[in-house]
C-alpha cells in the first residue's frame, strides 16, 4: 500500500515539476503547497458533505413581498437557488451576462412570473454600477442580495479596471455591488427581519492567503493560489462588514456560504471535467448545493450570528487568517480603494 501511495505521489509530483519547471524556485514551492493544500480542501470538503448529509436541509418560509437580487442565477447552484428563493415566492432579480437567457426558467420554475433580468458582467465595476442602478430604480427597497456568481482556475487575464480575473468576479465587483445595494437593503430591514448579504464562498478559502503586497497578481500569477485568495477575500469581508452594520444599527446581516462540492461547470478547467463520472457519484448536485446558500437566505436561528461562515446547514470551519480583525480592515481598507469609495461612505452612498 505505502508503495503505491509513494509512486502515486512521484509520479504527481513528476508532472507537476514538468508543468511548472519554468517557475522561480520560490513561486514552484509556494504553488505546490497551494495546490496540495487545495486538493486537502476538496477531500476534506468531500467528507464533510458526506457525514453531514442529514443536516443539508432548508425550511422554505412564504417571502411573498420580499425582493431577492442574485449573481449569476442562470445555471449550477444559483439556478437551484433561484428556484428556492422563487419556491418562497420573493421576486428574484437575476444579474447576467444574457439576460434572454432567463425566458426558458420563467417557463420552467414554479412562480417563473416573478423572475426579473438585468444585465451584469462581474468583469466590469461599470456594468455593476449600471445593474446596481436598474435594481435601485425599479425596486428601492430589497431584502436580500445573495453574491454568487464564481469563477475558478482560469487564465490569467486582467479586466477593464485593471483587476486580476477571480479577484473581480468572486470578491471586488460582489463588495462594490453591495455597497451600491446596502441603501436599499437598510430600507428592507426591519429588527425582527434583518435584511441578509449572502457571499457564496468557499472551503478553498481555508487554503488561501491574502497577498496584500500583490492582491492582483502582477508580479506572479497562479490560479489555484487566486481562486483560493478570492473566496477567503469574500468571507472575511463577510465578517467585516456584518461588524460595521452592527456598529451603526443598522437591520441589515452578513454571512457567507460553503455549499459543498457541487457537480457544476465550475470544474471545466480542471482534471474532474475528463472524469463526469466522479463528480456525478461523489460530488453534490446542484439541488443540494443550493440547500446551505438557501438556508442562510431564510434560517431565522441564525439571526443574531451575523458574520457567520455556513457548511451543511452549521457553522463552517474557517482558516485562522480569515478571524484576524487586523487583516479584515486591511482587506475592507484596500477593496475600498480598488472599487473607488471612500471607506467612511462604504453602504451610505
Ligand atoms: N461547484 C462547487 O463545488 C463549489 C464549491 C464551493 C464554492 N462554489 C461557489 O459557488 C458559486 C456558484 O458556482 P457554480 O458551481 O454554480 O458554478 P457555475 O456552474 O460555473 O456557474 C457560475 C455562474 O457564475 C456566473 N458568472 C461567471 N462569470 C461571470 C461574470 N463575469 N459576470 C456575471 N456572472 C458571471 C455564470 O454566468 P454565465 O452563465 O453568464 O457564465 C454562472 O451563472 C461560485 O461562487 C463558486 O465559487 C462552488
Not at 323 to 335: A, P
Amino acid at each position: 500500500m505505502l508503495f503505491i501511495i509513494t509512486s502515486v505521489a512521484t509520479v504527481a509530483f513528476g508532472v507537476y515539476w514538468y508543468l511548472n519547471r519554468h517557475k522561480p524556485l520560490k513561486y514552484f514551492l509556494r504553488d505546490l503547497r497551494y495546490a496540495i493544500d487545495m486538493q486537502g480542501c476538496g477531500a476534506a470538503g468531500l467528507i464533510d458533505d458526506w457525514v453531514n448529509k442529514s443536516r443539508n436541509n432548508v425550511v422554505l418560509p412564504d417571502a411573498s413581498e420580499k425582493i431577492a437580487v442574485i449573481t449569476g442565477g442562470a445555471r449550477g447552484i444559483g439556478k437551484e437557488v433561484v428556484r428556492g428563493l422563487l419556491k418562497a415566492k420573493m421576486t428574484v432579480i437575476m444579474g447576467v451576462r444574457d439576460p434572454q437567457s432567463i425566458g426558458k426558467l420563467q417557463d420552467s420554475m414554479e412562480n417563473g412570473r416573478k423572475l426579473v433580468a438585468f444585465p451584469l458582467d462581474l468583469q466590469s465595476l461599470k456594468t455593476v454600477k449600471e445593474f446596481a442602478d436598474n435594481v435601485l430604480k425599479a425596486y428601492p427597497e430589497v431584502h436580500l442580495l445573495v453574491n454568487n456568481a464564481g469563477i475558478m482556475y482560469v487564465d490569467y487575464k486582467e479586466t477593464e479596471d485593471s483587476f486580476e480575473t477571480h479577484m473581480a468576479v468572486n470578491h471586488l465587483s460582489h463588495f462594490y455591488l453591495a455597497h451600491l445595494l446596502l441603501p436599499a437593503l437598510k430600507k428592507g430591514g426591519k429588527p425582527d427581519s434583518p435584511s441578509r448579504i449572502v457571499n457564496v464562498s468557499s472551503c478553498a478559502h481555508y487554503a488561501g492567503y491574502i497577498h496584500f503586497d500583490d492582491l492582483n497578481a502582477k508580479k506572479h500569477y497562479d490560479s489555484v493560489t487566486a481562486y483560493a485568495q478570492s473566496k477567503l477575500a469574500q468571507l472575511m469581508i463577510t465578517r467585516h462588514v456584518n461588524k460595521l452594520l452592527e456598529e451603526s444599527g443598522e437591520n441589515v446581516k452578513c454571512y457567507s456560504v460553503h455549499p459543498g462540492i457541487v457537480n457544476t461547470d465550475l470544474f471545466d478547467n480542471t482534471m474532474f471535467s475528463k472524469l463526469p463520472w466522479v463528480t456525478k457519484t461523489l460530488f453534490k448536485s446542484p439541488e443540494k448545493g443550493a440547500v446551505s446558500i438557501l438556508f442562510a437566505c431564510f434560517n431565522n436561528e441564525i439571526l443574531n450570528k451575523g458574520g457567520l461562515y455556513i457548511s451543511n446547514c452549521q457553522e463552517g470551519i474557517s482558516n485562522r487568517f480569515s478571524k484576524n480583525i487586523e487583516h479584515q480592515q486591511r482587506l475592507f481598507q484596500v477593496s475600498c480603494d480598488l472599487v473607488g469609495v471612500e471607506q467612511e461612505k462604504y453602504g451610505k452612498n
